[in-house]
Each structure stands twice: as structure tokens, then as C-alpha cells.
């Protein structure tokens, strides 16, 4: 919660204010999040508008998680920008009730946990990859192909020749087995 009553509710008023705070739990994706309680560096302007407060800011933090192909362990730095008009509420600023979506202020305190979320779970890429060209890994061993560029196997039996395969294997001839 930031308080907003700084600026008085005097249109054109503004602040800066810099802020550290610990990330809330949850935040980011599957396999990229902030860890919970890391530092987030907030750098905001709040500006008194007619029908609220103005937020536009920056967020800095640092990012884990794992690569979406091969499962290696990432650890990056993320960036955000974002803006958001937060609303009086009381009567004389209410909009319609058909704006469910707009963010309020609640006895001149704005929380800026939805936004930041909003904002940080955006911007991170749908599938991280600990490497642009990342090549995942086997798929019939499950080696890291990175470490192993010429990884190879054997072509696979055909499952019809699996039978003659097995006799193959137990020393016996195909040709010279006796059938009755």
C-alpha cells in the first residue's frame, strides 16, 4: 500500500518516490517467477489527476526459473514499465457502475501489488530459454544435447522384425530353425 495523501487531491501535484520492496508470492509463471520476498525496486511518479491518482513507474527485479527445453536452471533481470489511473472513491468521482475493471483508491491508499503483477507477468517470455538456439533435450534418453552436440542412437527396431530380432539375440539362426 503507498499513501497518496502527500498530494492533497490537488490536480497537478506530483511525487517521486523510489521504493525496495519484497516480491508478493506468485509472481511471474511456471517455470519464470521472482522468488517470493526478493527485492523489487520501485521507481514511481504519482500525480494528482481530477479523477485520481496517476501511477507511472519502473520495476527491477531479479528473475528465476528454468529453461523451457532442456530444464536448465536461468537466473535473469527484468525491467517493467507501467501506468495506471487509480480512482477516488467517493461519490462526487465515481464513474459508471459499469467499471468494474478500474483500480481504486481505498482512504487515499493505492496498492500497486495487482499492477505489478499485472505488469511483471506480461512482460516475461511464454517459453525462457536458457539460450536463443537451445536445443532441448534427447528425446529417447533425455540427455541435454547442448553438452552432447553429437548424441546419437540407433536406429530403432522396427516392431515387425522385433521377433526375428530376438532370436537373433538368443544366438539363433533364423534360417535354421526347425518349425513344427
Do not use: K, N
Amino acid at each position: 500500500m503507498l499513501d497518496t495523501r502527500e498530494l492533497g487531491r490537488r490536480p497537478g501535484s506530483q511525487r517521486q518516490v523510489t521504493r525496495t520492496v519484497p516480491a508478493p508470492a506468485d509472481l511471474g509463471i511456471e517455470v519464470l517467477r521472482v522468488p517470493e520476498g526478493a527485492p523489487v525496486e520501485l521507481d514511481l511518479r504519482l500525480e494528482a489527476v481530477m479523477e485520481g491518482v496517476l501511477v507511472t513507474g519502473t520495476a527491477r527485479a531479479g528473475l528465476e526459473g528454468e529453461c523451457a527445453r532442456c530444464l536448465e536452471a536461468i537466473e535473469d533481470d527484468t525491467e517493467v514499465t507501467f501506468q495506471e489511473l487509480y480512482v477516488y472513491d467517493d461519490p462526487a468521482h465515481r464513474g459508471s457502475e459499469e467499471d468494474d475493471d478500474v483500480s481504486m483508491l481505498e482512504d487515499d491508499l493505492l496498492d500497486l501489488e495487482p499492477l505489478l503483477r499485472d505488469a511483471v507477468v506480461l512482460a516475461l517470455p511464454f517459453q525462457p530459454l536458457c539460450e536463443d538456439d537451445c536445443p532441448g533435450l534427447c528425446t529417447e534418453c533425455g540427455a541435454r544435447l547442448a553438452e552432447d552436440p553429437d548424441h546419437t542412437h540407433e536406429a530403432p527396431v522396427d516392431p515387425r522384425w522385433a521377433g526375428l530380432a530376438a532370436l537373433q539375440d538368443a544366438g539363433q539362426d533364423p534360417d535354421t530353425t526347425q518349425q513344427d
